[in-house]
Nanobody, 124 residues
Framework: EERLVESGGGSVQVGGSLRLSCKAS????????LGWYRQTPGGKCDLLST???????YYKDSVRGRFTISADIAKNTLYLQMNNLKPEDTGVYYC??????????????????WGQGIQVTVSS
């Protein structure tokens, strides 16, 4: 089964930056809406940012102005540039393509495609 593969996570200090990547090997990124979720250590789930097939973006208020979602169709890769990171950004980040289901508050195994998750840790 096709899955999305995230990379680019790690540990960073407050105020630092990371760029997450999410690559698909079968479908092309211009076929689906795509986005990023975060699950915090306490289990809270956040839909952080989405990118529609026609290029419309959404950002959760807490990340708007700090995070930027983009896609390189030629590389079949979705990105999340994260700047000015804060401790509350710590969590496991997942990329997803919900397909016809649409965006839910939390990642769902009913989605068309999703990644295995990657850890981001922001320390003060």
């Amino acid at each position: 089964e096709e899955r999305l593969v995230e990379s680019g996570g790690g540990s960073v200090q407050v105020g630092g930056s990371l760029r997450l990547s999410c690559k698909a090997s079968i479908f092309t990124f211009d076929e689906f809406d795509l986005g990023w979720y975060r699950q915090t250590p306490g289990g809270k789930c956040d839909l952080l940012s989405t990118l529609s097939e026609n290029g419309v973006t959404y950002y959760k208020d807490s990340v708007r102005g700090r995070f930027t979602i983009s896609a390189d169709i030629a590389k079949n890769t979705l990105y999340l540039q994260m700047n000015n990171l804060k401790p509350e950004d710590t969590g496991v980040y997942y990329c997803a393509a919900p397909g016809t289901l649409g965006w839910l508050p939390c990642l769902s195994d009913a989605y068309k495609y999703w990644g295995q998750g990657i850890q981001v840790t922001v320390s003060s």
